[in-house]
Nanobody, 121 residues
Framework: QVQLVESGGGSVQAGGSLTLACVVSGVTFSGNCMGWFRQSPRKEREGVAL??????ATWTGDSVKARFTISKVSNTLSLQMDSLKAEDSDIYLC????????????????WGQGTQVTVSS
């Protein structure tokens, strides 16, 4: 059974940092795409950062560029979040594709339960 379990969320002041971790069990991903998404009520799930595990290429969204960094070591996907802003407050979810092609939100076949990030201004 494939499981993605996030941790590292919490409350922080604006300007602070948090590091999220997503531990994968039940499968060894190779050549697929993994990423972090965020969602709050009444908003669509938004892609934050993606990584192609085969070539280690990454993408970060415009709203978090230069502040968030995605990385993967062994079975753990991480998101380093610096210079946090109040608008970064959301539930952050880890996801992975089942196949080696595609990296969009609709291509993600595995999802974690999410971890809450709250940034106070």
């Amino acid at each position: 059974q494939v499981q993605l379990v996030e941790s590292g969320g919490g409350s922080v002041q604006a300007g602070g940092s948090l590091t999220l971790a997503c531990v994968v069990s039940g499968v060894t991903f190779s050549g697929n795409c993994m990423g972090w998404f965020r969602q709050s009520p009444r908003k669509e799930r938004e892609g934050v950062a993606l990584i192609w595990t085969g070539v280690r290429a990454t993408w970060t969204g415009d709203s978090v560029k230069a502040r968030f960094t995605i990385s993967k070591v062994s079975n753990t996907l991480s998101l380093q979040m610096d210079s946090l802003k109040a608008e970064d407050s959301d539930i952050y979810l880890c996801a992975a594709t089942r196949m080696t092609s595609g990296c969009s939100r609709s291509a993600m076949g595995y999802w974690g339960q999410g971890t809450q990030v709250t940034v106070s201004s």
